[in-house]
């Protein structure tokens, strides 16, 4: 099944250090440095940081130094090492999230890196419309995402790329607490036992991959988001990144933990996936869940969870 995705920003921003600085009160008062960067400016940070890393230029980004950079949970220079060492491509398919309260930009990005077709997940975290910190992703290959369908990801989902109104939208810590059973069910190893809230055409896609919802022809039983049967992760961990209001988005970042992957001949073992997970929240309900994951060390820690 082919995904359909829309080029352009469907509000991607990212995010939040942690589940408490998520659930801020809709009335409390912002940060003068996060305020005074709206959508349209995070939109216009996440734009000219992947216009930079295009150009191998990160010199004339608006930056507070030093900036925090991370690819794959590991510091790097930012500027110079991981993917700035790389020559880049944009592609034209890029899923924004915009957390404008947080002073935060994420994206789900498809690139070419040295000519090869990749994943690229990363969230901007922002000081007055200056980066302070980047964390990131990149995925390669099938054997790096375990799932790779990248030749399906073309433009964004119609699912994803709708706006609710304003009478479907949720509150912040409502959209929180929807998105929150995802993981809580995979730690239980039910969405039923936790009565995930997924509307009843929801679906999800990993890597380009259909892995649950109508259509879906993975497993036996996949097509049934809610009552597929899924792994018991029990040392899953995850944090809220980012949450998009306007959109009805939440990012959360997700290390599934042991027996998350599976074994290959070329994949080392004790593995578990690093995931930047979005789930599409309103009316109560789960609509479409969209995920870029690579494989990880088990023993290494995502970092940014402070």
């Not at 690229?120 to 302070?132: K, V």
């Amino acid at each position: 099944m082919k995904r359909t995705i829309r080029t352009g920003c469907a509000g991607f921003a990212a995010a939040l250090l942690g589940l408490a600085a998520c659930s801020t009160p809709p009335g409390a008062q912002r940060p003068a440095s996060q305020a005074s960067c709206n959508r349209a400016c995070l939109t216009q940070v996440m734009t000219g940081y992947l216009q930079a890393l295009q150009t191998g230029n990160a010199a004339r980004l608006r930056v507070t130094a030093p900036v925090h950079f991370t690819q794959d949970q590991t510091d790097r220079v930012f500027g110079k090492e991981g993917i700035w060492s790389s020559h880049v491509e944009l592609t034209g398919y890029r899923f924004d999230i915009i957390d404008v309260r947080a002073g935060v930009a994420a994206a789900l990005v498809k690139v070419k890196v040295d000519g090869a077709p990749s994943l690229m997940a990363l969230r901007l975290l922002t000081q007055g419309g200056r980066i302070s910190g980047v964390e990131s992703i990149v995925v390669h290959s099938r054997d790096e995402g375990m799932i790779f369908k990248i030749d399906a990801i073309q433009t964004l989902s119609a699912a994803m790329a709708y706006t609710p109104t304003p009478q479907q939208r949720n509150s912040r810590d409502e959209m929180i607490a929807a998105a929150a059973h995802y993981p809580h069910g995979l730690q239980t190893g039910s969405f039923e036992k936790v009565d995930a809230p997924f509307a009843e055409d929801a679906y999800r896609f990993e890597n380009g991959q259909l892995m649950a919802g109508p259509g879906c022809t993975f497993f036996k039983g996949c097509e049934h988001i809610k009552s597929q049967k899924i792994p018991t992760l029990a040392k899953l961990v995850f944090h809220v990144a980012a949450v998009d209001e306007e959109q009805g988005v939440v990012l959360i970042r997700m290390d599934f933990g042991p027996g998350s992957v599976f074994d290959a001949p070329n994949r080392p073992k004790d593995q578990s996936l690093s995931v930047f997970e979005a789930f599409k929240v309103y009316g109560g309900q789960i609509h479409a869940v969209e995920a870029f994951m690579k494989t990880k060390p088990a023993a290494q820690p995502l970092g940014w969870d402070g």
